[in-house]
């Protein structure tokens, strides 16, 4: 039952995303390593990011292959003051012995931050943070 109701919230978060992208936020971003972001392993390269108009699914698609990712935020705080002082979202990466995971970002003025999950294991790691700055976002 619970794997049902599993798939089903999933196939609807795809469906909400998919519907939403065309009228939503984008912003692109070249990410000069490889990473994860929801257990996904990703190859280095420019992605773009889209925001649905639900605010709280987004689509992180890499321009070449085309492999899309979709993102759950977990949470949405008031972005950093030093992020704010960026004319360009930014995206926050927790990077340890096992890679580097996308951790949060921000799609500039006037969006919230938003923080995605990553591994609990990285969570309890001793990481580095990078970030990364995506290229001016869009309506």
């Known amino acids: 039952m619970k794997s049902t109701t599993m798939k089903m919230m999933l196939a609807a978060a795809v469906l909400t995303v998919a519907s939403g992208v065309a009228s939503a936020q984008t912003a692109e971003v ?21 925001a649905s108009d639900s605010g709280m699914l987004f689509q992180l698609a890499d321009v070449n292959s085309g492999k899309r990712v979709i993102l759950l935020s ?33 799609m500039g003025y006037g969006n919230p931050t938003h923080r995605i999950r990553i591994p609990k294991t990285e969570e309890r790691m001793n990481t580095r943070v990078a970030l990364i700055r995506m290229a001016g976002a869009s309506r």
């Open 30 to 50: 070249k990410i000069p390593f490889a990473f994860h972001a929801n257990g996904e392993a990703l190859p280095a390269g420019t992605y773009r990011l889209h």
């Open 74 to 106: 977990v949470s949405e705080r008031v972005p950093q003051a030093d992020w704010k002082s960026s004319p360009y979202g930014l995206m926050s990466f927790r990077c340890g012995p096992a890679g580097c995971s996308l951790a949060e970002f921000w």
